[in-house]
């Protein structure tokens, strides 16, 4: 279902961040802010939950280090014991330094690759710019225009207060849900 | 109302000076990928690929011919490979410093030098790997250090030997140095992709952007993996030195064997990693005009990691003879004597006159904020640094508990070309890093621009 979007753009992280807190607290209905760069305090602002990326890296990590260890367990005192210069088979302080490294390693790998997976983010994927430049200066808000009462004007006056340099509406494409193309057809005109 | 420009109390002094805004940062910083290469640029990797010819040339001689052509003998069977290999894994370091635990820490002017510390990082490892690949005699069968499935026993790998805990270690580190450094150059990447002019940069921007499109819940994510990844990278820097200090200290060789070991190699690594930071850093802003990214306040702020780190390998230094005389072992007592006056006292005291006493220099902030003396004193710790990994290995070797198998080292020339060639392979690497991808971490570098305004409003 395609849906109708209100855009807000901004020329600094303050303003939108301003904007963006507002506009939640209006009870508006943010899809999504695009930024240049990482601005803190702006998932607060947008009401989003913490990402539960943590949860998988502990996982991956735990798993990564018990299966080490017992790898190492079983290779050196069960599959084929070796004597090597009398070191004990089962010596488990000896194994601390790679069941700790392939620990860090399954870890890392996994959060990286699950935040591809979460954001889909995959090599040669067409990028949804909202804008251009927002990889270079600018800081877009859009909010979903979900309802008779969604008040244009007022919305535009809200990001005019907070020093928009300007605003738009736009049709989202059907099927790229939170994602907006330039080439959209324009709904209304705006000033 | 005063109209000047604005003056900021000392600790909020602004990261980046000459008051930038975002689209100048990404002008700034993508200027040397568009603008094509420069004569300096040509005349550098020239020279760095002559050096990289000349070590492929050594490593297949070699290779070809077997190892017999080093100048190790049955006593001295460890010398300049591992070296190299040690010295290449501690420049490494401060990359992986830089990126994950001056993060933790919060040290926002790391953001200038992140970038190309975390590519050092990566090409120092490559160039350390080398020297343990040659070192097997027969490269071809280096797989033979993976524990996998095998008819020979089946026969697994020695779990209880540092040289196989290296292995883990260093490929453990050199991944997660490379998805670290490629995940931050993502957003960067995408700056590059949606600015690009020609064909061939729009494709591989694109393809190496995946899509990246500056959503913040993309971003909120991004965060969290990139603290993450710090965490884990962390204790990772102190974990692989370590355990390359293991290689010597679990052995029984006297001067090898010892508990100061691990902390030492540490301290010593990030002391020359971020000798080798300085040195590209500072020719770096000087041929780039980075002057205003890479400021007189982060050379003062390394040099002053520099002082910290050198003096505790300094200390290390202290300690170790100390040890080694209240020890009461004799073979030990000799060992330290022989370093400081045996044949090799020119090593030892040329290691210690570059990691302990001209460093001493950098706690006069004149020195300090001085970029051409600077320079100087980072190469000197690049040279203090080699020397004290060679002083360790080969000292410690060539006189051992006989004195009739005592022996004496020197390099061939073939091991003197694999060592320029390292260089090569390094700083060929650093020349098309810095020709093709951004030097600095421009998402990062916005999100201190407006540092000093900030943090002074907080306050007032």
Request: with cysteine; charged share 15%; aromatic share 16%.
């Amino acid at each position: 279902m395609s849906r109708l979007l209100f855009l807000g753009f901004f020329g600094s992280e303050g303003d939108v961040l301003g904007a963006t807190r507002e506009a939640r607290e209006r009870g508006y209905q943010i899809a999504d802010v695009y930024t240049p760069y990482a601005v803190h305090g702006l998932d607060a602002a947008m009401g989003l939950r913490p990402t539960r990326l943590p949860w998988i890296c502990f996982a991956f990590g735990l798993a990564g280090g018990l299966l080490k260890v017992w790898f190492e367990f079983w290779t050196t005192s069960v599959s084929w014991p070796l004597n090597v210069g009398g070191k004990p088979f089962n010596s488990l302080p000896a194994f601390v330094p790679i069941t700790f490294e392939v620990m860090v390693l399954l870890a890392g790998l996994s959060t990286v690759v699950a935040l591809f997976w979460t954001c889909r983010l995959y090599p040669g994927k067409r990028p949804m710019l909202v804008d251009r430049a927002v990889t270079n200066d600018r800081f877009v808000l859009v909010l979903v225009e979900d309802s008779a009462g969604f008040d244009v004007t007022a919305v535009r006056g809200l990001c005019e207060k907070h020093h928009a340099v300007h605003t738009e509406e736009r049709v989202e494409k059907p099927g790229e849900e939170l994602r907006v193309w330039k080439e959209a057809a324009r709904c209304r005109a705006t000033s | 109302m005063s109209t000047g420009p604005r003056t900021y109390p000392p600790a909020h002094e602004p990261l980046i000076r000459g008051d930038k805004t975002l689209k100048q940062v990404t002008e700034d910083v993508c200027a040397p990928i568009e603008r094509g290469p420069t004569w300096l640029w040509w005349a550098g990797f020239l020279v760095s690929f002559c050096a990289l010819l000349l070590g492929i040339a050594a490593v297949s001689y070699q290779v070809a011919t077997g190892i017999g052509t080093w100048g190790l003998n049955r006593t001295v069977g460890w010398a300049f490979d591992i070296t190299n290999f040690v010295f290449w894994i501690g420049i490494g370091h401060a990359g992986t410093l830089i990126s994950a635990i001056l993060f933790l820490f919060r040290q926002k002017w790391r953001t200038s030098i992140n970038r190309s510390a975390e590519a050092m990082t990566i090409f120092a490892v490559m160039c350390a790997g080398i020297f343990p690949l040659i070192h097997m005699g027969r490269p071809w069968l280096a797989y033979w250090v993976m524990p996998y499935p095998n008819f020979r026993g089946p026969l697994w790998v020695n779990f209880r030997s540092p040289l196989l805990w290296d292995v883990f270690a260093i490929g453990t580190y050199f991944t997660i140095s490379a998805v670290f450094w490629f995940l931050g150059l993502v957003p960067d990447l995408a700056t590059l992709r949606d600015r690009a002019t020609t064909k061939t940069r729009k494709f591989l921007f694109g393809l190496f952007s995946l899509g990246w499109d500056g959503s913040n819940r993309t971003w909120m994510r991004y965060e969290m993996v990139y603290l993450l990844l710090a965490g884990l990278a962390t204790p990772l820097v102190l974990s692989v030195h370590t355990i390359v200090s293991f290689d010597f200290a679990t052995s029984v060789i006297p001067g090898w064997h010892a508990t100061i070991f691990p902390p030492y190699f540490v301290a010593g690594a990030i002391f020359s990693g971020f000798g080798m930071v300085l040195t590209l850093m500072l020719v770096t802003r000087k041929v780039l005009r980075f002057e205003d990214y890479i400021t007189i306040g982060h050379i003062e702020a390394m040099c002053k990691i520099i002082i910290a780190t050198g003096s505790i390998v300094g200390l290390a230094y202290g300690t170790e003879f100390f040890m080694a005389w209240y020890s009461a072992n004799e073979y030990e007592r000799f060992v330290f004597f022989n370093r400081a006056l045996g044949p090799f006292a020119w090593a030892y005291w040329t290691m210690v006159l570059c990691n302990v006493i001209t460093p001493q220099l950098l706690w006069f902030k004149k020195i300090r904020t001085n970029p051409g003396i600077v320079f100087v004193l980072s190469l000197v710790v690049n040279v203090g640094m080699w020397f004290e990994r060679f002083v360790i290995i080969v000292t410690s070797l060539h006189r051992d508990y006989l004195p009739s198998s005592w022996a004496d080292y020197s390099p061939t020339l073939i091991e003197i070309s694999t060592f320029v060639g390292s260089f090569g392979l390094f700083f060929t690497c650093f020349f098309l890093f810095a020709r093709f991808l951004p030097m600095i971490a421009m998402g990062e570098v916005k999100g201190v621009v407006g540092y000093a305004e900030r943090t002074t409003n907080v306050l007032e």
